[in-house]
Every structure is written in structure tokens, then in C-alpha cells.
């Protein structure tokens, strides 16, 4: 398990800043062969057989770990989309684990950390993620690094065979309040993510893979389920931590983006997601253990150009073609 004091990450507070004796780092690519998905990632944490590995290592966590919880009915995998947000990710982990042990979930966080140069594709890293981990964890919470759950009546339970169980509802999320809003933080059985077939790979930039989705979850027959008698509101549920100002969000459209993400994609999806794994390793925040894994993604920019607005793939692949 790597600490965070000696984490094998570059320091960049050269580059962007230090606040509080605490270091922004950036997350880099490590130089590792690919690891492609693994077929039981946790197997010798729950004692399911061995870890299949590929190339490169599984760093292992110690042997008491608050997530293996090899009685519990249900385990819940925690999938934590990221890129370049460590500062929120200090205040996310010791939050959500307090708030989920507070409740006595069996979970375990994963990171999905996105290294490759194309932009942020939220909903391809969770395809990702629940590809790495589906054999041991029998639900996913995709869950925001910076929305903090502040009220315990939220109960991250295992959701019921109705659908996915929305926990940031449009009547609880400070910022989003239509009704068909899936996104912030959703529970889904690993059956039912199954047969939505994951998410659409398409969404490269910020917003709409959450639309998309409740598609895919009407369209499999499945309703969202929300918690019910909340006492508290959209000012006081949550905690929301991004500060818009420091990172803006990337919903510059381009090529033919916009025509094509306003579609019920029925081309992508969990069994099409392109990436390689070029590192899983452990991370200690405040005594907390959490897995990251170092994800490229790749693009197809005949089908997906706007992965990168600048032109620059699109122009590389008509070279090599």
C-alpha cells in the first residue's frame, strides 16, 4: 500500500500551489505495461482464488481492511470518476468512509483516474471500473468526488429489483432539479448495469452521459428509485465542493457533437469501452486505503471526434491512414 507522503506521483505545487501543508499533485501515467481487466481484482482480500495479473502488478492492501466485510451480504463498490481534483478527493475519502461506516456498508473506493490526453469521458471510466471490479462488489455507487452526503437518513442500501436507486435526487442536489436527473451519486445492482449494457462511451467532455443513461434505464424496463421522507433540501443535503473558478467545466461541443449526444446511443457501451489499465495501486488518505487505477482511454475519432476539439487526433489518424 502506498502512502501519500510517498506516493510515486509527481509534485507539481511548483506548477499550481500548496494550501495548508497539503499537495496538489497531478496525476501522471506510469510507465507499466497494460493490465488489462482483471477477472477477480480483490480475490485475495475475500479469499476467491488467485489475482490474475498481466505485465504489471496489483499493489495489495493490508489484510484488515474495513471493506472486506466477508459476512455481508451485499459489498458496494464505490466508483469515483477523476481527473486532476486531488484536493476534493482529500475532503471526499475520509467523508464518504465515515458516512458509509456510519451505516455499516461493506464498500471499498476505487478511483478511476484518467491519464490519457483526450477529454474526460465520466461515463467510459465507469464502464471501466465495474468491468475491473463486478466479480467481487454486487453493486456500484457512480458517485461525484465533490458531492458530500451530509444527512445519515441517505442510506447507500443495496437498491431493490425496481432499478437504480438515485441518492442525489432533483429534489435534495443543490444544482440539478429536472426529473429525469440520474446523476451526483446512483446506486445500481450489477445485474441491472449489465443489462443496460453500462453507459455510452460518447460522452467525451462534461454532461449528458446522465441523460443518456436514464434512457438505458427506461428502455430496460427499470424505474429509479429515490429515498424517501428526507427532511433536508437543496441547500443543506449536500455538501458540493467544485469551485467553478478554479476548474471550469469542458462543455465546448464540436464536429458533429451536439447532433450526435442528443441520440439514445445503442452502438457503445460496458461491452465495447476501449482503454488499458496502466497501473492499479493502493492510496492512504487519512488512514483510509482506496484503489487507483491509472486508466487510457481510447478514441475512435472516425466515430467520436470530439474527443479532442483541438483537431489534433482526428488529424494523426487521417496521417496514419
Not at 99 to 109: D, N, Y
Not at 126 to 155: K, S, T, W
Not at 166 to 173: M, Q
Amino acid at each position: 500500500m502506498v502512502n501519500i507522503s510517498t506516493i510515486n506521483w509527481v509534485f507539481v505545487c511548483g506548477l499550481s500551489f500548496c494550501m495548508g501543508g497539503i499537495a496538489v499533485l497531478s496525476f501522471m501515467p506510469l510507465g507499466s505495461d497494460c493490465i488489462c481487466p482483471l477477472s477477480n481484482p480483490l480475490a485475495k482480500l475475500v479469499g476467491s482464488g488467485p489475482v490474475q495479473k498481466k505485465s504489471a502488478s496489483v499493489t495489495p492492501a493490508p489484510k484488515e481492511q474495513d471493506h472486506v466485510h466477508s459476512t455481508a451480504a451485499h459489498k458496494m463498490a464505490v466508483l469515483v470518476p477523476f481527473r486532476d481534483r486531488f484536493e476534493e478527493l482529500l475532503q471526499f475519502v475520509p467523508h464518504i468512509t465515515d458516512f458509509l461506516r456510519r451505516q455499516g456498508v461493506a464498500h471499498h473506493i476505487f478511483l478511476l483516474n484518467q491519464v490519457d490526453r483526450f477529454r474526460f469521458n465520466r461515463a467510459s471510466l465507469i464502464n471501466v471500473g465495474f468491468q475491473f471490479c463486478h466479480e467481487v462488489y454486487d453493486y456500484i455507487a457512480m458517485h461525484d468526488v465533490d458531492l458530500l452526503p451530509r444527512n445519515d437518513d441517505l442510506l447507500y442500501e443495496y437498491p431493490s429489483n425496481m432499478g437504480p436507486l438515485h441518492i442525489a435526487g432533483p429534489k435534495l442536489h443543490p444544482k440539478y432539479h429536472y426529473d429525469n436527473f440520474v446523476g451526483g451519486i446512483l446506486l445500481v445492482r450489477r445485474e441491472h448495469f449489465q443489462k443496460m449494457n453500462g453507459m455510452s462511451n460518447q460522452y467525451w467532455g462534461w454532461g449528458l452521459e446522465d441523460d443518456e443513461f436514464f434512457v438505458r434505464i427506461r428502455d430496460a424496463g427499470l424505474q429509479v428509485t429515490r429515498p424517501q421522507n428526507i427532511k433536508t433540501g437543496i441547500n443543506d443535503t449536500f455538501g458540493h465542493i467544485h469551485n467553478r473558478h478554479h476548474r471550469k467545466r469542458d462543455t465546448q461541443k464540436c464536429f458533429n457533437q451536439k447532433e450526435m449526444t442528443r441520440k439514445r446511443d445503442h452502438k457503445t457501451g460496458l461491452d465495447n469501452v476501449k482503454y488499458k489499465i496502466l497501473k492499479v495501486q493502493g492510496l492512504t488518505i487519512e488512514g483510509i486505503d482506496i484503489t487507483v487505477l491509472n486508466i487510457m482511454l481510447e478514441c475512435d475519432v472516425n466515430k467520436t471526434p470530439w474527443c479532442d476539439c483541438s483537431g489534433t487526433a482526428a488529424a494523426a489518424s487521417v496521417v496514419q491512414t
